[in-house]
């Protein structure tokens, strides 16, 4: 809508803000107008009976005192000279007075209020006006006039100032209207157009604003629009290799996963083998390829974490840590490690049962990796149990800690493993399935005497 843009809020209000101004200057201008026009008739008036002065008795004949007052446009008017003399010329029949106006002194506020009385009324009044003569011609002059004229006058002076105030408004509103088109409203279309012809193609970076507003802000606007937009092209420019290299890698570890697979399946062959040399370097061999294999099924699976949204079914929370309890502990080797699961009460889970047991089995790998690297072994515990509004689930062990690297960098792929073989994803792509979840995955406690992860799954969905 119109009223509604820039350039209309400004037409409107340029408007009537002029009007408020110029019933600012009405209202004063009137009352002046007015005083003047009657002080004119005090003037007349005097020079008037300024022609008693050639008589000898202050009278004149009743035509010419009649002509006189006529030509001074007044019914009657009194000079008082001094205290003793008296100047008078009126008419054969004094008309009757129905209202004074005394200018001597008069303040501005009575003249506004008597101004108005003027044009409300219906100018049939007789009215008499007592001003101060001019030159110190005598002691106080009034002077009778029909209202009438006066009132026509100022009806006339006041609409002449409301149409020349109705022209210098509308005049200046289309100047400033057109001003304010001119040096904000285009300006700010082209921003506007700019902006969205980038979004179309962010990559293009011949798309980036060249600032050109000639005001000041418009032009500071454009300029931090053109680091932004630099900035936001170089890093999308970033991003798009990464993601290319991204999929490289992934096809270049399928392809290498398989590759790997056979050369698992001859050197579990090679274990078989008559000649001891084969036989004893066999297993290191093997060792070496089943970390490739899982190198490469690591990483094609967190090139594939985001897309896989939780397919959730209700399932025990006991059973679930049991089965990882179990799976792990077949995974224990000579170094004592004790793995234990508890879950207060028959807790019933609603979440994707595959995506929490690799969460939960990847905290339980990662601490029982830790134990076996020391010849004491030691604990992991598990703890399941609910709130009434999430499922949590814990993994306590008595390791030795988080070393530095893997705290400074926890859950950022490839950037936190410290472990020989380790791809540094585990904990990355648990705590993406966690968020997938809605959940939170978090570190609670890691002293020299342990390390607590906590699972914490919201129970309520988004609705
Ligand atoms: N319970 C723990 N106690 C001590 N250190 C831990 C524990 N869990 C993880 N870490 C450290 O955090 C590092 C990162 O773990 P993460 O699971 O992300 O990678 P990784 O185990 O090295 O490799 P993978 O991708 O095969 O899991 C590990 O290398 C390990 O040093
Ligand atoms: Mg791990």
Redesign the pocket.
């Known amino acids: 809508m119109f009223v509604k843009s820039l350039s209309g809020r400004f037409l409107l209000l340029t408007i009537i803000f002029v009007m408020l101004a110029e019933v600012l200057i009405f209202v004063p201008s009137v009352a002046r107008f007015r005083e003047d026009y009657l002080q004119e008739r005090l003037e007349r008036g005097q020079i008037a009976s300024l022609a008693l002065l050639a008589t000898p008795n202050d009278m004149v004949e009743p035509a010419l005192e009649a002509e006189l007052l006529e030509n001074a446009g007044v019914l009657n008017i009194v000079l008082r000279r001094d205290e003793m003399r008296e100047l008078i010329l009126s008419m054969p029949m004094p008309a009757t007075v129905d209202k004074d106006y005394d200018l001597r002194g008069a303040s501005a506020w009575t003249l506004i209020h008597d101004v108005f009385e003027t044009m409300i009324g219906d100018g049939e009044r007789v009215i008499r006006v007592i001003g101060a003569p001019v030159k110190g011609a005598g002691l106080l002059i009034e002077v009778a006039m029909d209202e009438r004229p006066l009132r026509a006058a100022i009806i006339d002076y006041g609409l002449r100032i409301l149409t020349l105030s109705a022209v210098i408004s509308i005049t200046t509103a289309i100047l400033l209207f057109l001003a304010v088109r001119l040096f904000v409203v285009r300006p700010i279309d082209r921003l506007v157009g700019q902006i969205k012809a980038y979004g179309d193609a962010p990559e293009d970076a011949r798309r980036i604003i060249q600032p050109q507003a000639g005001v000041t802000e418009l032009f500071e606007a454009e300029t931090a629009l053109q680091s932004m937009q630099g900035q936001l092209s170089q890093s999308l420019r970033q991003k798009q290799r990464l993601a290319a290299l991204g999929s490289a890698v992934s096809k270049i570890s399928h392809d290498l996963r398989n590759i790997l697979t056979t050369a698992q399946l001859l050197a579990d062959r090679m274990e078989v083998s008559e000649d001891p040399r084969v036989q004893k370097s066999a297993p290191k061999l093997v060792n070496s390829i089943t970390r490739a294999v899982?190198?490469c099924e690591?990483t094609l699976s967190f090139g594939k974490a985001e897309e896989s949204a939780p397919v959730i079914t209700e399932f025990s929370m006991k059973h679930l840590l049991n089965d990882i309890v179990e799976s792990e502990l077949l995974a224990v080797g000579d170094v004592p490690i004790s793995i234990t699961s508890q879950v207060e009460g028959d807790v019933q889970m609603a979440a994707d049962q595959e995506q929490i047991y690799r969460v939960v089995s990847?905290?339980v790998?990662?601490?029982r990796?830790?134990?076996e690297s020391r010849p004491e072994g030691g604990k992991i515990r598990l703890t399941g149990a609910q709130e009434p509004d999430a499922w949590l689930v814990t993994?306590q062990?008595d390791?030795?800690?988080?070393?530095a690297?893997?705290?400074d960098?926890?859950?950022k792929?490839f950037q936190?493993?410290?472990?020989q073989?380790?791809?540094?994803?585990?904990?990355?792509?648990?705590a993406e399935l966690v968020n997938g979840h809605g959940g939170k995955l978090e570190v609670l406690e890691?002293t020299p005497e342990?390390?607590v992860?906590r699972v914490c799954l919201p129970k309520d969905s988004p609705s």
């Open positions: 899982n190198l690591n990847n905290l790998r990662n601490a990796q830790v134990l993994v062990d390791g030795p800690g988080l070393p690297k893997a705290l960098n926890l859950f792929p936190g493993s410290v472990r073989g380790g791809s540094g994803l585990g904990l990355a792509i648990a890691t342990g390390t992860f």
